[in-house]
């Protein structure tokens, strides 16, 4: 999505994969520039089930009363502000989507995930339905993030009292989701059905055209909207043809209404008169009830131009919605024809160009790395890894995958021998052992050196291709011990500083220990 800049220096790792020592540019999430989500996709200590999460936002749905404003969730965690109000008109409701701030969600798939189950659980979309819409919601509260004139122009002050300046919208940066972020969906038809969310609004220009940034340009999900828009087209048509039969049905009832108290004043007058020329008690009172109901039809022709004009105010907002919808869907798909036949050919012109695997730095701070595919002619970056916490800018090639050692030490993160395939350039296992934040990784033909957690000490881990372990040491050893691996055994140092010399075989020491030497 973004250029490399500048190659710093590059060199040939043993394993035949280069590293780019760069600092990968800073994202820009301001105006038109590009929108890219920084996930953690590295290894967890504990691994949520894709069920649980999806119940996170199917637990909150099931509580949303359409027409009531009302707010649902743990405040701690994840919460909604069903911010809805009839007597406002002009401006639009919202369901505002809070990340507490002990949440912990930490890619944009899975608060998705929690979006999309939320729509169907309250709206009753259905989950393809709901996924499109989880996409462009989150694009579009990342685009407008911190712009809280764009909402205060569109929403209601409903909805905007419980929005805040700095944090309105999403953060691009998952670290700066806990109690930082206010996801807004936007509101067309607060009684659900396909017109609940506003398509228009998540999906307008500055929105399409940051979704257009990306390497796919979006195309798939771009698709599955315009789908979405056209199935709105159709049932506001249909809605539009019931519309206007009602209008002509209710028409038919105001002129027979109308005639009927045209009828109705005609006797009343001709009551009227004959109480004027034999005013009697009884033709008074014939020409009193005469009047009253001559009124009485006078008020159901009131109310009879109400209905028709209601019947045809229906009708024409929803041929208006129907036009609209089709229409917008109709530019959309010219727009995606093209963009598909560019993605075609940008992908055609990769395959040929000369290229190989490598590293940047991802945080220069913390020295974390991510892989990429690069042209080797002019340093363009191809492609990025989503794994921007490659530690110790180490990786090693083997087959189709790559080994490295990944992670965070921070929340539900974990640190730990990963593989990362090629092609996706995602990771595909991960170790069961925790590994020292900063442990570095050694190979050894088709066995792999790190430092494993072993209770509260630090021991060095042997571990297999893929990514089983074999061996651990039998002396403790410091978290950053440098690896050697040398002819006599595998070199290393002890927790005490001290260096030892590891039996291959089974990583017990060879070199005694100093109460030993002592003693001799």
Not at 30 to 38: H, L, V
Not at 149 to 170: A, I
Not at 342 to 366: H, R
Not at 456 to 473: E, H, P, Q, R
């Amino acid at each position: 999505m973004k250029k490399l800049l500048l190659i710093a220096s590059i060199f040939m790792l043993a394993a035949g994969v280069f590293a780019l020592e760069v600092n990968e540019p800073e994202l820009r999430v301001t105006g038109n520039e590009t929108i890219e989500f920084i996930n953690y996709t590295g290894p967890h200590k504990v691994i949520d089930s894709l069920e649980a999460i999806k119940r996170i936002g199917s637990d909150m749905g099931k509580t949303i009363v359409p027409n009531v404003p009302s707010t649902v969730g743990n405040k701690n965690k994840y919460y909604v502000i069903h911010a809805v109000d009839e007597n406002e008109k002009g401006k639009l409701d919202a369901d505002i989507l809070f990340i507490g701030p002990d949440a912990t969600v930490d890619h944009i798939k899975n608060l998705r995930r929690i979006i999309s189950a939320y729509l169907s659980s309250a709206y009753g979309y259905s989950e393809k339905d709901a996924d499109t819409l989880a996409v462009f919601i989150t694009v579009y509260n990342a685009v407008y993030r911190g712009q809280f004139d764009v909402y205060n122009s569109k929403y209601k002050s409903v909805v905007t009292k419980n929005l805040s300046k700095d944090n309105c919208g999403l953060a691009v940066n998952y670290k700066d989701w806990p109690g930082k972020s206010e996801i807004v969906i936007p509101l067309y038809d607060i009684n659900g059905g396909l017109s609940t969310v506003d398509t228009s609004v998540i999906s307008d220009s500055t929105v399409v055209e940051s979704m257009q940034e990306d390497d796919d340009k979006n195309v798939d999900s771009r698709k599955d909207m315009v789908d979405l828009k056209e199935r709105e087209a159709e049932q506001a048509t249909d809605k539009a043809q019931t519309a206007q039969k009602k209008a002509a049905d209710e028409k038919k009832k105001l002129d027979e209404t109308k005639k009927e108290a045209t009828q109705a004043q005609k006797k009343a007058d001709d009551a009227k008169k004959e109480a004027e020329k034999n005013p009697t008690a009884e033709n008074k009172q014939k020409a009193e009830t005469a009047q009253k109901q001559a009124d009485e039809k006078k008020e159901e022709v009131k109310q009879q131009e109400k209905k028709t004009e209601e019947a045809k105010q229906e009708a024409q907002e929803q041929q208006a919605l129907a036009d609209k919808k089709q229409n917008e869907a109709y530019d959309e798909r010219k727009e995606i024809a093209k963009d598909q036949q560019a993605v075609q050919e940008k992908e055609a012109a990769e395959a040929k160009m000369p290229s190989e695997y490598g590293i940047i730095l991802s945080d220069e701070k913390n020295l974390l790395s991510r892989l990429v595919r690069f042209n080797t002619e002019t340093g363009e970056i191809i492609k990025k890894s989503p794994v921007t916490q490659i530690r110790n800018r180490t990786i090693y090639a083997l087959g189709n995958e790559f080994i490295a050692v990944a992670g965070e030490d921070s929340g539900n993160a974990a640190i730990k021998l990963v593989t990362i395939d090629q092609q996706n350039m995602e990771v595909t296992s991960e170790s069961n052992e925790t590994l020292a934040p900063d442990s570095v990784l050694v190979r050894d033909g088709n066995d792999f050196y790190c430092v494993i957690a072993d209770g509260n000490s630090w021991k060095v881990g042997k571990f297999d291709s893929n990514l089983v372990l074999k061996l651990k040491s039998d002396v403790n050893v410091k978290s950053s011990t440098p690896i050697t691996i040398t002819d006599s055994g595998v070199v290393i140092t002890d927790d005490a500083g001290r260096l030892r010399l590891l039996n291959k075989a089974d990583l017990k020491s060879i070199t005694k220990d100093q109460a030993y030497v002592d003693a001799k």
